[in-house]
């Protein structure tokens, strides 16, 4: 069965820090990742999908198949970033399919 | 944007009543609909997943009898727990997506039973 890890529930750091939030995932196939956020009071949106392989909000993220990982990271943090993270893997073999989340974590970031 | 409708956002109910919660998508169609559930402080669990006009597909170790899906139409979807319980109490979120896109995700449902 796949799962998703995220092993930081909590991630705080200074607005201009750089920010890596951790993501890795077991699967036997073939996987299509994504992440999503949800800002405070606001319904679960998607960030990035790893196909697409493009910057949103300054955000980047890249499948390393080979670690297993997904990490999301951007350069320098701003204090509208805080809000939960979920990583997660859709394994159900269609595009946008069924997913998996990671357990999420929560970014802070402080003036 | 797609936006996806969820009703109620907060429903409380005795032990033993069932619920029924909605899920809409607004501007689109959505060929597939899916139902997770989320315990405090922890992921969000998939339960189900709804073809328009097709049984609902559940997850390993979801009682199907207890939580009702259907899904007849292109913009709706409802989910009916049955003969509540306390262990039901949960937060459960619904998405919608169109083919190849991406699921859409209502804003919740708080579910409380006394």
């Known amino acids: 069965a796949q799962r998703v890890t995220q092993p930081e529930k909590l991630l705080s750091v200074f607005k201009g820090a750089p920010v890596e939030l951790k993501c890795n995932y077991s699967?036997?196939?073939?996987?299509?990742l994504f992440w999503y956020v949800q800002y405070s009071r606001q319904r679960l949106q998607l960030l990035l999908r790893?196909?697409s392989r493009e910057s949103i909000k300054g955000f980047t993220a890249d499948l390393n198949k080979g670690e297993t990982s997904f990490h999301l990271k951007k350069p320098f943090a701003q204090e509208e970033d805080s809000a939960m993270y979920y990583c997660?893997?859709?394994?159900?073999?269609?595009?946008?399919?069924?997913?998996?989340f990671g357990q999420g974590t929560i970014l802070t970031v402080h003036p | 944007g797609a936006v996806v409708s969820q009703h109620p956002s907060w429903v409380i109910c005795k032990s033993g009543t069932s619920v029924k919660i909605e899920c809409r998508s607004l501007?689109?169609?959505?060929?597939?609909m899916f139902w997770y559930r989320q315990f405090p402080k922890q992921s969000l669990m998939l339960m189900a997943t709804?073809?328009?006009?097709?049984?609902?597909?559940?997850e390993q170790g979801v009682e199907k009898d207890k939580f009702l899906i259907n899904h007849a139409s292109l913009t709706l979807s409802t989910l009916t727990v049955t003969s509540a319980h306390p262990e039901d109490s949960s937060f459960y979120i619904c998405s919608a997506k169109q083919s190849n896109q991406p699921q859409h995700f209502g804003d919740g449902t708080r579910l409380s039973i006394l």
């Open positions: 709804s073809n328009e006009g097709s049984k609902a597909t559940y």
């Open positions: 790893h196909i």
């Open positions: 501007d689109f169609q959505a060929t597939t």
């Open positions: 997660a893997l859709n394994a159900g073999g269609t595009s946008y399919g069924k997913l998996t």
């Open positions: 699967y036997s196939g073939s996987p299509e």
